[in-house]
C-alpha cells in the first residue's frame, strides 16, 4: 500500500498571505483533496525578529477567506527546535556532521575572495577533518562551534521533480550547510526537513526559488536515511508584462483582494489557472477542480498576473450568485474598505430590503463588489442629489426640460411598478417624437446622480414613489 497523501503549507510569518502564497496553498489542498489525503499547516516562525502575532493571524484569515481548510492543528516550527538540535546531534554521532569553529573574520575572508572571482559564497570546509586536538584547542580559546552538514565531496544530488522534471546539481556546487547556530537555534533547512519527515509529508509543493533548497535538503533526509518527499516547484507569479511580481502588477496580500472586492471563489478560480492548465476550460466548480487538477498540468513558465482576466471571472461569479448571498459578502466586506464600517452602520432592515431588490440590475454591471457598492450608492443618497459631471451636463443640455414635461404622467401612474411606468414614458415618447433613450437619460441623471445606472424602471421601483418623485422635483 503506498503512503497516504500528505501536503503541507508553510509560509513564514513575516508578513500578509501573499498572492503566490494563496496559489500555493490552493495547490497542496487539492492535490490533497485529488488523493483523499491531508493538507497541514505549518507556520515557519524561526526568524523571530520579523515573526509577529498579527502576521499569524492575517495569514489564517486569508486561508479561511479563501476558503482553503486544513487537517489537524497547525504546527509552530519554532516549538519544536528541541527535536531539530536532537537530529543535529544523531547527525553528528552518525558521523554525517561535524563541528565548525570558523571565526567570523574566516568566513568573511571567503565571501571576499568569493566576490572578488565572481562566485557565490562557498564554505572551504577547513573544519571538516580537523583532529580532536584542533577541536579542543577552539574550545579553550572560547570559540563557539556551528553544526554543519558533512556533504558529499564528488557525484551530484538530483531530484524528479513532478514539475521541473529532472534537476541535477554537482556536489562540489554544494557546501557543508550549517544545521545548527553557533547559538543552539537550527537553521530553516534542517528545521523543514525535520518537520517534513516529523509529519510524514509525502509531497512538497512550493515555488520554484526553492529549487536549490531540494539539493540542500535531499542530502539532510539521504545523510538521516530517511525517504525524501516527492517534490514540485510549481514557477513564480509574474506581472502581465512579464516582470516579476510587485505591488504595482497585484503583489498583495489575500486580504487586500478582498477590500477590493473579490469574491473568495473567483480568487481561488482565478488562482487556480495561473500555471495550471486543463485544455481551454476557465471557470470550474470546486469539484471540477480537485477531480481535473493534476500537477502534470502545471507549467514550468512564470504565470502571468492579469488584473483584467480576475475581473471578468468575478463579474462571472458575481452574476451567478445569489442577491441574499452577494449582499452578505458586501457586508463582509465593508468593515475592510474605506467608508465601509459607516455605511454597514446605515443599513437598517429597510435599507437592507431596498439593496437586495435593486441587486439583480446592480450585479449585471459590476465586476467587483466594490463597484457593486459605488452602483448602489444612489440608494443611500441625501437629497438634493450630488451630480456627477455626466450627469450635471445632462440635465443642463435640455434634460430638465424632458423631466418637467414627463413629470405629470409619472404623478398620474395608476401603480408604481416597473410596466406601468414604462408605459407611462412610452406614451411621452410618441407624444414628443422623441426616442426613449432622450426621456431615460434625464430620468437617470435626476434619480442617481449619474449617467449610467440599472434599468431606469427598475430604480424606479427600488426607491419608490416618493423618494423617485422627489428627486424629479428637486433638479427643476
Excluded at 18 to 46: P, S, V, Y
Aim: hydrophobic fraction near 45%.
Amino acid at each position: 500500500m503506498p503512503d497516504p497523501v500528505v501536503t503541507r503549507f508553510a509560509p513564514s510569518p513575516t508578513g500578509f498571505l501573499h498572492i503566490g502564497g494563496g496559489r500555493t496553498a490552493l495547490f497542496n489542498w487539492l492535490l490533497a483533496k485529488k488523493l483523499g489525503g491531508k493538507m497541514l499547516l505549518r507556520i515557519e516562525d524561526t526568524d523571530r525578529a520579523r515573526s509577529t502575532p498579527e502576521a499569524i493571524d492575517a495569514i489564517l484569515d486569508g486561508l479561511k477567506w479563501l476558503g482553503l481548510d486544513w487537517d489537524g492543528e497547525v504546527t509552530y516550527q519554532f516549538a519544536r527546535a528541541a527535536r531539530h538540535r536532537e537530529v543535529a546531534e544523531e547527525m553528528l554521532a552518525r558521523g554525517n556532521a561535524y563541528h565548525c569553529y570558523a571565526t567570523p573574520e574566516e568566513l568573511d575572508a571567503m565571501r571576499e575572495k568569493a566576490k572578488a572571482e565572481g562566485k557565490p559564497m562557498r564554505y572551504d570546509g577547513r573544519w571538516r577533518e580537523r583532529s580532536d586536538a584542533d577541536r579542543a584547542a577552539a574550545e579553550a580559546a572560547g570559540l563557539k562551534p556551528v553544526i554543519r552538514l558533512k556533504a558529499p565531496l564528488t557525484g551530484e544530488t538530483s531530484v524528479d521533480d513532478l514539475v521541473q522534471g529532472r534537476v541535477t546539481w554537482t556536489n562540489d556546487n554544494l557546501d557543508d550547510l550549517v544545521l545548527l547556530r553557533s547559538d543552539g537555534n537550527p537553521t530553516y533547512m534542517l528545521a523543514v526537513v525535520v518537520d517534513d519527515h516529523d509529519t510524514g509529508v509525502t509531497h512538497i509543493v512550493r515555488g520554484d526559488d526553492h529549487l536549490t533548497n531540494a539539493a540542500r535538503q535531499t542530502q539532510i533526509y539521504q545523510a538521516m536515511g530517511w525517504k525524501v518527499p516527492a517534490m514540485a516547484h510549481i514557477p513564480l507569479i509574474h506581472g502581465a508584462d512579464g516582470a516579476k511580481l510587485s505591488k504595482r502588477h497585484g503583489a498583495l496580500g489575500v486580504d487586500a483582494y478582498r477590500a477590493l472586492g473579490y469574491l473568495p471563489i473567483a480568487l481561488r478560480n482565478y488562482l487556480v489557472r495561473l500555471g495550471w492548465s486543463h485544455g481551454d476550460q476557465e471557470i470550474f466548480s470546486t469539484e471540477e477542480m480537485i477531480s481535473a487538477f493534476d500537477l502534470k498540468n502545471v507549467g514550468r513558465s512564470p504565470a502571468r498576473f492579469d488584473f483584467a482576466k480576475l475581473e471578468n471571472i468575478n463579474g462571472h461569479y458575481m452574476r451567478q450568485t445569489g442577491d441574499a448571498e452577494l449582499l452578505a459578502a458586501i457586508e463582509a466586506m465593508l468593515p475592510h474598505t474605506e467608508g465601509g464600517p459607516a455605511l454597514l452602520a446605515e443599513l437598517t432592515p429597510a435599507r437592507r430590503a431596498q439593496w437586495l431588490a435593486a441587486m439583480p440590475g446592480l450585479k449585471e454591471r459590476a465586476k467587483t463588489l466594490v463597484e457593486l457598492v459605488d452602483g448602489s450608492k444612489f440608494l443611500f443618497a441625501q437629497r438634493p442629489l450630488a451630480a456627477d459631471e455626466k450627469a450635471t451636463d445632462i440635465l443642463a443640455k435640455g434634460g430638465r426640460d424632458v423631466l418637467r414635461a414627463l413629470l405629470p404622467r409619472l404623478e398620474a401612474a395608476a401603480t408604481w411598478d416597473a410596466a406601468t411606468l414604462e408605459a407611462a414614458v412610452r406614451a411621452e415618447a410618441e407624444a414628443t417624437g422623441l426616442k426613449l433613450g432622450a426621456l431615460a437619460q434625464p430620468l437617470r441623471a435626476a434619480l442617481t446622480g449619474r449617467s449610467t445606472s440599472p434599468g431606469i424602471f427598475d430604480v424606479f421601483v427600488v426607491l419608490g414613489r416618493e423618494e423617485s418623485l422627489g428627486r424629479i422635483m428637486d433638479c427643476l
